[in-house]
């Protein structure tokens, strides 16, 4: 059992940056692979990142790569997501979930394969 809390949302101007974290309980957060999803009023649940147990591997939405970075301390069970040149279009409850088992592309893209999910933390981006 993992729970997951995140934090660090707020309101923004455009252009402007946010860092998310998400803390998870437990000694085997380790073994846990990590999202980031999102979600706006309206609108389907939308992959943001991924990264591996170890770290070592990401993946990225299209349409946040090379403005987004995830990151995670396994030491401080933690998960983070910065968010650079942030648009108004990045309005939206941000989650973290987790998952174990293999780490691919097509899986960790897929809200429907994380077993636990954080409350979601609001980032509004203002123009």
């Known amino acids: 059992q993992v729970q997951l809390v995140e934090s660090g949302g707020g309101l923004v101007q455009a252009g402007g940056s946010l860092r998310l974290s998400c803390a998870a309980s437990?000694?085997?957060?380790?073994?846990?692979?990590m999202g980031w999803f999102r979600q706006a009023p309206g609108k389907e649940r939308e992959f943001v990142a991924a990264i591996s147990r170890s770290g070592d591997t990401t993946y990225y939405g299209d349409s946040v790569k090379g403005r987004f970075t995830i990151s995670r301390d396994n030491a401080k069970n933690t998960v983070y997501l910065q968010l650079n040149s942030l648009k108004p279009e990045d309005t939206a409850v941000y989650y973290c979930?987790?998952?174990?088992?293999?780490?691919?592309?097509?899986?960790?893209?897929?809200?429907?394969?994380?077993?636990?999910w954080g409350q979601g933390t609001q980032v509004t981006v203002s123009s």
């Open positions: 979930a987790a998952v174990n088992g293999i780490f691919a592309i097509g899986k960790m893209t897929n809200s429907r394969s994380y077993d636990y």
């Open positions: 437990g000694r085997t957060f380790s073994s846990y692979h």
